[in-house]
């Protein structure tokens, strides 16, 4: 079951970043994230009473830090996709973000079965596959995107372990924080960057649903970790890149390249492997 959740929040996930990524190429990747936070804020309040529970401070403060670490790695994220190369970014962040969880998870005592290892082992020249395909850039270009995919793989790794640290009672109250912290780190950083809070008004249904998407994709993955290893969890989340990739050929008519082929397929396989494990 925790895989399956966490096959569907991968899915969610990619969606709502290819979204907010073509978002970004008409407004501020700030204010898109500002916004579609706020959306995001109203469906997980919504949501609270069908799964019920209660936070301690702990949770709270878990959730909080899982939204301060998390927001702008998305915002670097959403920019990084509109201005930089998809095909460096991308895999970077996934496997710097996967790594994070999965060492945490051997810290704190995880131990997968031996085919939940192949899987995850399968999953890194997933990332890799996927994210190629994207034509050619110079050095320059080549080093920012890794240093973006870095800083984004390093908050949603940490995202991943701090909303893992909540307790299994709290029901969805984590979250709550978490979007209330990732707003805040938002409207105090943009000024700096001059970036305005709000993307235009004719952007913001569409940030909206990026947020209900995103929002919604959070909630599965709290419930996947809640029953699964966060070492797996995170590592089948990360491969989103694949919602991307079929998601520029549905809607761009981008052409699949054939290591691109591979990656899906080799994702396809280490979903298998940690289900079966």
């Given at each position: 079951?925790?895989?399956?959740?966490?096959?569907?929040s991968s899915v969610l996930f990619g969606t709502a970043d290819f979204m907010g990524g073509v978002a970004a190429r008409r407004a501020?990747?700030?204010?898109?994230?500002?916004?579609?936070?706020?959306?995001?804020l109203a469906v997980v309040a919504a949501s609270i009473p069908a799964f019920g529970?209660?936070?301690?401070?702990?949770?709270?403060?878990?959730?909080?830090?899982?939204?301060?670490?998390?927001?702008?790695?998305?915002?670097?994220?959403?920019?990084?996709?509109?201005?930089t190369r998809v095909a460096?970014?991308?895999?970077?962040?996934?496997?710097?973000?996967?790594?994070?969880p999965v060492l945490f998870g051997l810290w704190a005592g995880e131990?997968?079965?031996?085919?939940?290892?192949?899987?995850?082992?399968?999953?890194?020249?997933?990332?890799?596959l996927l994210g190629s395909g994207h034509g050619t850039a110079g050095r320059a270009a080549t080093r920012r995107a890794a240093t973006l995919g870095v800083l984004v793989g390093v908050g949603f790794g940490l995202f991943s372990?701090?909303?893992?640290?909540?307790?299994?009672?709290?029901?969805?109250?984590?979250?709550?924080?978490?979007?209330?912290?990732?707003?805040?780190?938002?409207?105090?950083?943009?000024?700096?960057?001059?970036?305005p809070l709000l993307p235009p008004a004719a952007i913001l249904p569409f940030a909206a649903l990026v947020g209900t998407i995103d929002m919604s994709a959070n909630i599965l993955f709290l419930l996947a970790v809640r029953r699964g290893l966060l070492a797996l969890?995170?590592?089948?989340?990360?491969?989103?890149?694949?919602v991307t990739v079929i998601g520029a050929r549905l809607v761009f008519r981008e052409r699949i390249h054939r290591p691109q082929v591979a990656g899906l397929?080799?994702?396809?396989?280490?979903?298998?492997?940690?289900?079966?494990?």
């Open positions: 079951m925790a895989v399956l959740l966490a096959a569907f501020s990747a700030v204010s898109i994230v500002f916004a579609s936070h706020l959306a995001g529970g209660e936070a301690g401070p702990d949770d709270l403060l878990w959730g909080a830090a899982a939204g301060a670490s998390g927001a702008w790695a998305l915002a670097l994220f959403y920019h990084g996709l509109a201005t460096v970014i991308a895999p970077v962040a996934a496997v710097v973000g996967t790594m994070l131990r997968p079965a031996a085919a939940a290892w192949a899987g995850v082992a399968v999953a890194f020249p997933a990332f890799v372990i701090f909303l893992s640290r909540t307790g299994a009672d709290s029901g969805m109250w984590p979250l709550v924080p978490a979007r209330a912290a990732s707003l805040a780190a938002i409207a105090v950083g943009a000024p700096f960057l001059r970036a969890v995170s590592v089948v989340i990360a491969l989103y890149p694949a397929a080799l994702a396809a396989v280490s979903v298998s492997l940690i289900a079966v494990g």
